[in-house]
C-alpha cells in the first residue's frame, strides 16, 4: 500500500451552546479513538465566549496518555480541565482564528486519503494548515449552520451536513415541513411565533385547542438538549410552557402528544451514515426513567437504558430504517445523522418520525456509535469513515462551477 502523507484533522469542540460540556465529552472520546496512523490531529476548542484556541501542548500530553480520562457523563464535570482533552486546551491554548477565505493552493501540499486521489481542501488556522474539520459541536453555532459557512468560506471539507441541512435539522419547524412534503408520517402540531403568543395569548391559546388534544409538547424550534420543552397536560400548564419556550426562540412548536394521556411514546433511534447513498444503522431504543426523555434524563441521570436491537416486529424494522433514509434525503443532510422517532406503545403502535440530530452525541458510548458498533462498523472506523465522506462530499462539491464560463 502506498505511504500516504498524514492528513491533519482539526477537531473542534465546546462552543457556545447550553451543549457545551456534552461536546467535550464527544470530543475526549474521539481524540482517544481517532486512528493516529492515518490522522494527525489538531484539537480546537471554543470556549463559552466563543474564543478559539489551540495547544499542540494538550495534544503531547494526549499522545502520552495524559492526564484526560473522560468522566462519566451523568457527572457533568467535563468542563474541568483535569476531566477531559479538550478542557485543556480552553484553559491552557492559545488564541487561533479561521480565516473565511481559502487557503492560496500554492502553499497547500497535495496530500492523499488510503490511496484515494489528491484532495483539495486546506484551511490555514494559527499557522498551520488543516485538511479537513470535524466539528463535534452540538446545539446553536455548531450544528445550526452557522460554523458549516464559515468552513464554506474557508474552503475546507469538514464532517457532517453542510449549511442548508444543518439549518434544516436544528428547526423543528423547517424540519417538519421537509418531513410532511416527503410524506413521512409526523404528530399534528401547530408553530406560532413569540411575538404571536406575545400579543394574543388568548387567540394562540385556542389555536392549539382547536386543533390539539392534550397532552401536547411546547417547545422552542430551534434548540436541543430538551431545552425549554415541557408536557402540558391541560390548559392551565400551557400559558407557562408557551412562556418559557417563548425565552429559547422566536418560533414555538407545539405538538400532539403521542401515547396520550396514560401513556408514554416508546422512543426509537437510528443512525444513518453516508453522503448520496445513505445507509440506517439497526434501531436503538431508549428507556427514559423520567416522564419524559428531558435534559436531567438525557445527561443526569442513570434511569435512562438503550436497547438495542429495539424490541420491534420485521416489518416495524424495515419500516423506520427506510424512513430514517428518507427523513436524511429529505433534508438534504450528508455526512451522519441520528434519526429520532415516537411510537405508541400500545394499540395501533403508529409510528412517528421526530426529528434529525446531525451532529448527535458522538462519545463511545453514546447511541449514535453505539448504533453503528451493533452494526458492524467499530468507533475507530467510524471517525474515519466520517472524514472519508468530508472529503468525498467537498470533492464532489469542487465540481461545481461558480461563475457563467466565459
Ligand atoms: N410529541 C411528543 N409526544 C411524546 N413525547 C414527546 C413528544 N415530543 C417530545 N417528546 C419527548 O420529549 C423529548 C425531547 O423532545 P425532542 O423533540 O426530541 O427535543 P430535543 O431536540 O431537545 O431532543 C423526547 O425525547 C420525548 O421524550
Ligand atoms: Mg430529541
New binding site residues.
Given amino acids: 500500500m502506498q505511504m500516504a502523507k498524514k492528513l491533519r484533522v482539526g477537531i473542534l469542540f465546546g462552543g457556545r451552546s447550553g451543549e457545551h460540556e456534552v461536546s467535550l465529552l464527544s470530543a475526549a472520546s474521539i481524540l482517544k479513538a481517532i486512528d493516529r496512523r492515518k490522522f494527525d490531529v489538531v484539537p480546537i476548542g471554543i470556549n463559552k465566549s466563543g474564543h478559539w484556541l489551540v495547544s499542540g501542548a494538550a495534544q503531547g500530553l494526549l499522545e502520552n496518555g495524559g492526564p484526560a480520562k473522560p468522566e462519566a457523563p451523568k457527572k457533568l464535570r467535563a468542563g474541568d480541565p483535569a476531566a477531559t482533552p479538550g478542557a485543556r486546551v480552553l484553559a491552557e491554548g492559545q488564541p487561533t482564528l479561521l480565516a473565511p477565505e481559502p487557503e492560496e493552493p500554492a502553499k497547500a501540499a497535495a496530500l492523499s486519503l488510503a490511496g484515494s486521489s489528491a484532495i483539495d481542501s486546506h484551511a490555514a488556522l494559527g499557522g498551520q494548515s488543516l485538511d479537513v474539520v470535524f466539528p463535534v459541536l452540538h446545539g446553536t453555532f455548531g450544528e445550526d449552520g452557522t460554523i458549516q459557512g464559515l468552513f464554506e468560506l474557508a474552503g475546507i471539507a469538514y464532517v457532517g451536513s453542510g449549511v442548508l441541512g444543518s439549518s434544516a435539522g436544528m428547526d ?1 419547524d423547517v424540519m417538519k415541513r421537509l418531513f410532511a412534503n416527503a410524506r413521512l408520517p409526523i ?1 399534528k402540531h401547530v408553530t406560532l411565533l413569540r411575538a404571536e403568543w406575545e400579543k394574543s395569548p388568548r387567540k394562540c391559546i385556542a389555536q392549539v385547542e382547536a386543533a390539539l388534544k392534550y397532552p401536547v ?1 411546547v ?1 422552542p424550534a430551534n ?5 425549554g ?1 415541557s ?1 402540558v397536560h391541560n390548559r392551565k400548564e400551557l400559558a407557562p410552557a408557551l412562556t418559557l419556550a417563548a425565552k429559547y426562540d422566536r418560533k414555538l412548536v407545539i ?5 396520550g394521556k396514560k401513556s ?2 416508546r ?1 426509537l433511534e437510528v443512525g444513518v451514515l453516508g453522503n448520496d447513498d445513505p445507509q440506517a444503522s439497526v434501531v436503538g431504543e431508549i428507556v ?1 426513567g423520567k416522564e ?3 435534559y436531567e434524563a438525557k445527561y443526569l441521570c442513570e434511569g435512562s437504558v438503550p436497547v438495542i436491537p429495539a424490541k420491534l416486529t420485521r416489518a416495524e424494522t424495515k419500516l423506520i430504517r427506510d424512513m430514517a433514509v428518507a427523513a436524511f434525503k429529505a433534508c438534504d443532510l450528508s455526512g451522519l445523522a441520528r434519526v ?1 422517532f ?1 411510537m405508541e406503545p400500545d394499540g395501533k403502535r403508529r409510528i412517528f418520525l ?2 434529525v ?1 446531525t451532529l448527535p452525541g458522538f462519545t463511545q458510548i453514546s447511541m449514535y456509535p453505539k448504533l453503528w458498533e451493533a452494526t458492524g462498523i467499530k468507533y475507530k472506523d467510524l471517525i474515519t469513515r466520517l472524514i472519508e465522506l468530508a472529503l468525498e462530499r467537498h470533492a464532489e462539491k469542487g465540481r461545481t462551477t461558480y461563475s457563467r464560463e466565459e
Fill in positions: 423543528k404528530v409538547f417547545k434548540l436541543g438538549s430538551s431545552v420543552i408536557k405538538e400532539a402528544g403521542v401515547g408514554k411514546a422512543e427514559p419524559f426523555y428531558d429520532d415516537l421526530n426529528e440530530n
